[in-house]
């Protein structure tokens, strides 16, 4: 929502993510990096997904060409609840073209720092890059 084409979309995105008060650290800080955690999923080893294919005795649907065996049972931590696309929303918002997106942006940083001390500090860095580039222009 914060890359959306309407400004009134990403000022309302903007000022909605201060909202969040039960968000773990770790999602808070996701929002100050453009790429996803490395530490928010499990990735397994050849030889652990040769070991797992081995014990659960897994097939093939035959749909596609290198679809792989089908999960009966799917692992919880193998599943990204947040998707590559909500990654640096503040990246974004700060970056914005407009003022009222920055503004939004602050006032939900704002907010966020005032529960989490760790995302406050985080968030320094963006704001002193989005002053610097105002100066700049």
């Not at 084409?5 to 990096?33: H, I, M, N, P, Y």
């Amino acid at each position: 929502m914060v890359t959306d084409g309407s400004l009134q979309v990403r000022c309302l995105s903007a000022s909605l993510l201060g909202q969040f008060t039960s968000v773990s650290e770790r999602f808070l800080l996701q929002t100050l990096d453009k790429k996803l955690m490395s530490h928010l999923r499990y990735v397994k080893s050849d030889h652990d997904r040769a070991r797992e294919l081995h014990t659960q005795g897994s097939w093939d649907t035959g749909q596609r060409w290198g679809g792989g065996p089908t999960k009966m049972n799917l692992d919880p931590s193998e599943v990204t609840l947040m998707s590559s696309g909500s990654c640096g929303a503040f990246v974004h918002c700060t970056e914005d073209e407009f003022m009222e997106v920055r503004s939004a942006a602050i006032q939900s940083m704002g907010q966020l720092s005032g529960r989490s001390s760790e995302f406050g500090h985080a968030s320094l860095d963006f704001l002193i890059d989005m002053i610097n580039d105002e100066i700049q222009s």
